[in-house]
């Protein structure tokens, strides 16, 4: 059963995406930039699904789902 590492990759880069957006929105919002804050926030937001989307696609890939008899 080889694993791919790509879903692990790309939930990395998606996890360092929300570090990212979440320091811009409290910058952003330290500077009174609202608009600006509420853009991040929802990118920020937006990225929840995506990463969801690529977790259940990766759990399914391989061999053995479970503990199957």
Known sequence: MKRSYVGVLILAAILMMNIVFTQLVVH???YENYGVTLLYAGLNILLF???????????NKG???GYEK
Request: hydrophobic share 30%; glycine share 6%; no cysteine.
């Open 28 to 30: 952003q919002y330290y």
């Open 63 to 65: 061999g053995s789902k």
């Open 49 to 59: 699904p995506v990463a969801l989307f690529v977790y259940k696609n990766e759990k």
